[in-house]
């Protein structure tokens, strides 16, 4: 339900979803202070998703393969680094489920947790920009 998204990761969840090629079922805007981490590393921005229905895996690569250089090209490595990556659940012992995730995790960990939240903000919000362009050039 879209009233349970964090404020700061929502604009990149629905301009991704806006795409009409993937559908997000979780999110998280990262969470930086030492008293929020807890046993799951809490350090990043992700976003998880799968293909919308009728859309291929392939197009799906194709959106994601153009944010990522895009933002490299614009924005380089620091101080947050973009990737995007499938990961692979086994489900039983016949099926896998598979997922994409794309994340945003501040360059340098040791960094202080305003900084670290400041430029995933901006990050998400450059990523954003990106996303919303490839939709209108399709």
């Known amino acids: 339900m879209m009233d349970e998204l964090e404020p700061k990761i929502r604009p990149l969840v629905e ?5 009409g090629l993937l559908r997000t079922f979780s999110s998280c805007e990262g969470h930086f202070d030492p008293g929020e ?4 590393d809490r350090n ?3 976003i998880r998703f799968v293909p919308a229905d009728n859309v291929s ?3 799906v ?3 994601l393969a153009s944010v990522l250089t895009q933002f490299k090209t614009r924005h380089g490595l620091l101080p947050v680094h973009l990737t995007a990556y499938k990961l692979y659940t086994p489900i039983d012992e016949d ?5 994409f995730v794309l994340e945003l995790r501040p360059f340098n960990r040791f960094d202080p ?3 670290k939240r400041s430029d995933t903000d901006r990050a998400i919000e450059q990523t954003t920009k990106l996303v919303t362009l490839y939709s209108r050039l399709q």
């Not at 099926?95 to 997922?99: G, L, V």
């Open 15 to 19: 301009a991704l979803n806006k795409t």
């Open 37 to 40: 981490q807890t046993i799951v």
């Open 44 to 46: 990043r921005a992700e």
């Open 57 to 59: 895996a392939n197009d």
């Open 61 to 63: 690569e194709k959106l």
């Open 95 to 99: 099926s896998t489920e598979e997922t």
């Open 113 to 115: 947790p305003d900084r």
